[in-house]
């Protein structure tokens, strides 16, 4: 069920075209406030409860190397109403406690939380959310961490789209050898507002949300979402794809924000984590699940491959990735589906499509050595 949120007046978060795939801010919500008006902005949107406007959410379990990268990004935001909620799956215990005690003695404005809800990413995740008091929630990973001004910019777009269900902003990808870094585009491809079905169609599709690089720590959550139900979960058939669930999740909930602007850092590296860990033909079998379910969310399917073709295509278009580390027979596998006209077609309008519309507005990828 859709839930609906109180909007107010709402001129700058009206529905686009149902045919657009997105639509970007006019020129006065293209208008960027100074610091001290966003923060004083943010501390009186509501003057009747006492709470931070963003709340930052980390769920973390043994990551005393990374933690403080990522508490640090925070503290030296240059957006002041805030507050860090940090839940720690491994609890007084664990080796990162310490080091989480010593950032909350220091700023009232941190809290540790333990998870009590259940071991895990999902339940710690949740535990995390839950705790936050803020108007928004902001994801972040403890192995990632805020790009300098993030809150800032975060807190002008939702002042401008009170409503919005979430918001999502391209990452710079760190690697073992390299950072890229997303140049940000002409100012009028950088916001752009999808209702639910629009963005539920681009996700089944694989189009804007994920070239942008959609991953929980890119997500600004509306707290009302979260505290009517819409929670991290697990499915039977989906065990390893609870992120990705998350986001057709939040899609049901409401109109989405996309921000294509890198302000989030994703630790690629290959440290251990749930994704290092799953084999390529667990991702397509988690894959294949999510495009079932969100293909059943979609009510206009005309003219939408199914999702068994769409992931033959995406197998197609994932070569290259995987090229280094599958067998040759895998991959003579994945190339002779090029061969089925229905893939071939895909592939086709991905070309066009991404050729010819996102690559243009999603702005040049820079790289620099670690």
Not at 82 to 106: C, M, N
Not at 329 to 354: C, F, G
Request: proline share 6%.
């Amino acid at each position: 069920m859709k839930l609906q949120l109180n909007s107010g007046a709402r001129s700058e978060g009206a529905m686009p075209p149902a045919n657009s795939p997105g639509r970007e801010e006019g020129e006065a919500g293209r208008s960027r406030l100074g610091p001290r008006d966003i923060n004083d902005a943010a501390h009186f949107a509501d003057a009747t409860t006492v709470r931070p406007f963003i709340s930052v959410a980390v769920p973390t379990f043994r990551r005393p190397d990374t933690i403080r990268r990522t508490i640090d990004s925070i503290v030296g935001q240059d957006f002041s109403n805030w507050e860090l909620v940090v839940s720690d799956d491994e609890g007084r215990g664990g080796v990162s406690w310490p080091i989480l005690e010593e950032y909350a003695r220091t700023d009232p404005r941190i809290r540790i939380v333990e998870n009590h809800r259940g071991r895990g990413q999902v339940e710690n995740t949740n535990n995390a959310m839950l705790a936050c008091r803020g108007k928004w929630i902001k994801l972040l990973h403890d192995d990632d961490w805020l790009a300098p001004g993030a809150l800032k910019r975060f807190a002008e777009i939702s002042i401008k789209h009170p409503s919005a269900a979430f918001m999502t902003c391209a990452a710079h990808v760190v690697e073992e050898s390299r950072v890229v870094m997303r140049s940000d585009p002409p100012e009028q491809n950088r916001v752009s507002l999808y209702s639910s079905q629009q963005c539920l169609t681009d996700l089944y599709l694989v189009r804007m949300t994920r070239s942008l690089g959609i991953i929980p720590s890119t997500l600004l959550i509306n707290a009302t979402i979260i505290h009517a139900g819409c929670l991290m979960r697990a499915h039977k058939s989906i065990p390893a794809g609870v992120d990705q669930l998350f986001f057709v999740d939040l899609a049901r909930c409401g109109d989405m924000v996309a921000i294509n602007e890198g302000l989030i850092f994703y630790d690629a590296t290959r440290h251990p984590s749930i994704t290092t860990t799953k084999s390529y033909d667990d991702v397509d079998e988690v894959t294949l699940a999510v495009k079932q379910l969100n293909w059943g969310l979609i009510e206009d399917r005309k003219g939408l491959p199914d999702p068994e073709t769409l992931l033959r295509a995406l197998r197609v278009a994932r070569i290259p990735a995987r090229l280094r580390y599958q067998s040759w027979r895998t991959t003579m596998r994945d190339a002779l589906q090029i061969l089925r006209p229905s893939v071939m077609k895909i592939a086709n309008q991905y070309a066009r499509e991404y050729l010819f519309r996102i690559r243009r507005t999603l702005g040049p990828l820079q790289t620099r050595k670690r």
